[in-house]
């Protein structure tokens, strides 16, 4: 099982429309949780980050996190063409505080 | 500030030659992290340090790689004797403290022939 998975896509929107990412991880004793994007030929940069259960919303962005299900997603409202990049889900691990990122999933919004 | 500086940007290397990437993170920041992507592929851990310690190497092969963070001066990745599925997109990362908010580099792209 990989430490923390992402459906890889892609996943097309129109604009305007809501972009959903979901994400799962399986060390139950994580605490801390990110979102990175990152634009084709560049580097990751933190979009999001999330410690409790529950929403949090930043901008146009919601975080969502959801302990007992190992659950972690990332919705973006009134998607725009510049939200098209490939968003990385990270895990800062419990015993070594090792941040682990999924794949990514790579998100394309259609003008 | 300057963010997180890496180089070269592109580097080849032709089999059974050394790649030596260098890296200097953001000024105050003494938490230095290595990771390797390949294409269509997430983000592997590499290696994690501090300021002259190796923290923890445990994602960076045993053969031909090793990094350090000397005292003074950038973070140095080196790979010796390079093979083809070395090839890859090398991040370096820094921060201030170790909770997951990272600032990366724009990246070294290790190309071997």
């Known amino acids: 099982q990989k430490e923390v998975e992402q459906n890889s896509g892609p996943l097309s929107v129109p604009e305007g429309a809501i972009a959903s990412l979901n994400c799962t991880y399986s060390?139950?004793?994580?605490?801390?949780f990110f979102w990175y994007r990152q634009y084709s030929g560049k580097s990751p940069e933190l979009i999001m980050f999330?410690?409790?259960?529950g929403d949090k919303e930043d901008g146009r962005f919601t975080a969502q996190l959801n302990k007992a299900s190992q659950y972690v997603s990332l919705l973006i409202r009134d998607s725009q063409p510049s939200d098209s990049a490939t968003y990385l889900c990270?895990?800062?691990?419990?015993?070594?505080?090792?941040?682990?990122f999924g794949a990514g999933t790579t998100v394309t919004v259609r003008a | 500030n300057a963010g997180v500086m890496q180089n070269p940007r592109h580097l080849v290397r032709r089999r059974g030659q050394e790649a030596r990437l260098r890296c200097s993170p953001v000024k105050g920041h003494s938490h230095v992290y290595w990771y390797r992507q390949l294409p269509e592929e997430g983000l592997k851990f590499m290696v994690y340090l501090q300021k002259e310690n190796i923290i923890d190497e445990s994602g960076m092969p045993k053969e031909r790689f090793s990094a350090e963070f000397p005292k003074e001066g950038p973070s140095i990745l080196r790979i010796q004797q390079v093979v083809r599925g070395d090839s890859a997109a090398y991040f370096c990362?820094?921060?201030?403290?170790?909770?997951?908010?990272?600032?990366f580099g724009e990246g070294s792209r290790l190309t071997v022939l």
């Open positions: 060390d139950r004793g994580s605490q801390s």
């Open positions: 990362a820094s921060s201030q403290t170790n909770t997951g908010e990272l600032f």
């Open positions: 999330i410690y409790s259960n």
């Open positions: 990270a895990v800062l691990r419990s015993n070594d505080y090792k941040l682990s």
